[in-house]
């Protein structure tokens, strides 16, 4: 099944479930997305490689090749935002998810508007590029070795482009925005999940992790991303 629309945002869903797949692709096409639908892992990976969706809605439980590693895989090449789709609120699954590559999760059975609210939240980041620029012209961020380029969504370290997640990218604009600003969890979570998402608040610390190993930094040590006790992070000076 797949619903074409050049200017609509494309939605993959990847679920063994096929009535359940089908219901929430007819949701997601009534709200204006273009839609795709697969039943297996290998299948779903194939999908982001010819179809490269803007969301992928990826169920964990997939037969052939668990979510896990289609969003392993997948992060190799695509840059699409992930949601997963667990059956067991358990937060092990969660963070494996997190660590995995994703970006937002979903419990079942869940309600298909809070999936389509989900999807509607994910693809605002893309257009909020962090809080706002900084600098003369608000388009580049110099810290230390690190560069980024707030209007390509791009960061650089020591001149090599950086493998990140739309999630680990929101985290570094937002971060980078307000260098000497202490965020708390709740603030990160505001700034790049939006406001009303519910979950486990510690996901942010799954990310920074992440994205602290690709920045190179000593968790122990660390120059570009620093934990402030009892706070939250903020940005150091590389």
Known sequence: METHDDSSPRILVVDDEKALAGMVASYMERAGYA?????TGPAGLAAVRSWSPDVVILDLGLPEMDGMEVCRRLRTFSDAYVIMLTARDDEFDTLMGFSAGADD??????????????????????RAGGLGGTGADGLERVVGGLRIDVAAHEAFLDGEPLALTPTEMSLLLTLSERPKWAFSRRQLLDAVWGEHWVGDDHIVDVHVANLRRKLRDDPARPHYVLTVRGVGYRMGQG
């Open 35 to 39: 839609t795709r639908l697969e039943h």
């Open 105 to 126: 999760y979903v419990t079942k059975p869940f309600s298909t508007r809070t999936l389509v609210s989900r999807v509607q939240a994910v693809l605002r980041r893309s």
